[in-house]
């Protein structure tokens, strides 16, 4: 049959969708989950246009070449350390989640495969994924990628012909899983994107994220309150790191800050001495600590030694290129601390928060994001409709993929205790 899909700017953020056109496309899996996708669209709309609309932390709702890990010994082990700290927590809360997606999964297999286990926020993941699923009744394999493309599509290969029903991806590269995402749809399996998303595969049945767009905004918005722009003459001195090119979301947090960030750049009440400005420049290979701790190496040395400049803010993605940006700052010795984002509320970023060396971080529950896909898996399993939130923001190539998109936090000293502690994400010692 032939279905009609309308495409927009991939990169676009919600408020800001520009249709650029429509095309038709034969639909081959009749019956299948893309004519699902479709109709979950159309419910979906409905829901929107009828106000319901809401983030998941709230209570009421309920090319495949082998990419090298950059990351260090010295990183993994904080990750695998802050992990450990987390995961009793992670656990008591998986448990109760679990209990609201029901135990309908009746022993049938899950694969779950996630980037890697040397930045903390994965792990998390992982740990409440299978937790919840296992808790749901589903059997669970679940799988680590060392960011290494090669070893993913392997163990999602691996799992297609171990007999998974459903596949549940958090991809290292968006575009390098074609071929395993080619199989599992011939196989009639189910795939849900988790956080990122998988680029230009018409097998994509789902999306559970947060709303990366608003994630960058948020930072955007930050540094422009924190400086206060829209009144002080400035100038000030910025410089930007942001994410792995691979990685889609890397694409709309750094356009969300962007879009407050660049109109004051223009008008040269910002400047960035480095002049590394556009996207590709400020890109962090795998999100490396090291790469990023680099790179402001040298921008210091070359920019902002002996007191030449005086650095104002740096516009970090999130916490683990922030945490690089931080120990490059310590090492030169700065004398005053700028204006430092980041995102994920990570052990060490939080710690240095504390420590007044980072200013905000942006909390995504990953509690809520796996419970949102547990509840995608349930329903898919029962033949019913996912619930999603979002119907016009992540087009992945082939159409746009319905999405939940749950609702990211900005967190500062004021109220990481509420948000982290209260919660029971972590415990006061975790943070010590
Ligand atoms: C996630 C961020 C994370 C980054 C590095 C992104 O896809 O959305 O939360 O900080 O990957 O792991």
Redesign the pocket.
Known sequence: MIIKICRMSQTSPVSKVVYYGCKEKRDDNQGGIRMKRKVVSILAAGVVAAGMLAGCGSASNTAATSKESTSTAATEATAAADTSAAESQENSQADSQADEAGSTGGGKLVGVAM?TKD?Q??NQDGTNMEAQLKKAGYEVDIQYANNDVATQVSQVENMISNGCEVLVIASIDGESLGTPLGQAKEAGIPVISY??LLMNSDAVSYYAT?D?YKVGTKQGEYIEEKLDLKNADGPFNLEIFT?DPG?N??NFFYNGAMDVLKPYIDSGKLVVPSGQIDFATVATAN?STETAQNRMDTIISGNYADGANKLDAVLCS???TALGVENALEAAGMAEWPIITG??CDIANVKNLIAGKQSMSVF?DTRELANQAVKMVDAIMQGKEAEVNDTKSYDNGTGVIPTFLCDPIVTTMDNYKELLIDSGYYSEDDLK
């Open positions: 980037p930045l926020r994965w956080d990122r947060f990366n994410g990685d979301n890397a999100w999130n916490d683990s995102q994920d995504k």
